[in-house]
């Protein structure tokens, strides 16, 4: 009887032991999880991220001076544009900016970006060929 109540003690202590390593394994990833979404809006990972705008960009002049400026904004990867459609893919890292910080750094340079307008100033500065009736 003796060693019949042992060994139900001994599997009932396995059993007791095995549920609490369940359950620290669950809070701890729920801590790594907690800890990697901290500081991160609507708690969403960032990484490398890609978004197309539209242009108002007209020549070879425009695609030039619209990638060069994105490539000197933080955390663009990549700026490419289709002068066919006007659309401007850009690789990015959501950490550094986003999609609002890009279409105005495209307006700052004269040219629209989406629903977001030209800075004025800086597109009656643009050569008569990038601008919009430059007779493209």
């Given amino acids: 009887m003796n060693k019949i109540i042992i060994v139900f003690a001994f ?3 396995l059993v007791f032991v ?3 390593q369940a359950q620290g394994e669950e809070k701890g990833k729920k801590e790594l999880k907690a800890k990697a979404e ?4 609507n708690g969403k990972a960032f990484g490398n991220q890609e978004i197309t705008i539209q242009t108002s960009a007209q020549c070879g002049m425009c695609k030039e001076r619209i ?7 933080k955390g663009v990867k990549q700026a490419t544009l289709n002068l066919e459609n ?4 850009i690789v ?13 750094a495209i307006a ?8 977001v307008p030209a800075v004025s100033e800086n597109y009656q500065k643009l050569p008569a060929c990038c601008k919009k009736d430059g007779g493209h």
């Fill in 67 to 73: 990638e060069k400026a994105l490539l000197l904004e």
């Fill in 38 to 41: 901290k500081g991160r809006p």
């Fill in 108 to 115: 700052k340079t004269g040219y629209d970006a989406d629903d």
């Fill in 11 to 13: 599997i009932l202590g």
């Fill in 92 to 104: 990015f890292n959501g950490n550094q900016t986003n999609a609002a910080a890009l279409r105005t």
């Fill in 86 to 89: 006007k659309a401007l893919r």
């Fill in 18 to 20: 095995q549920d609490g």
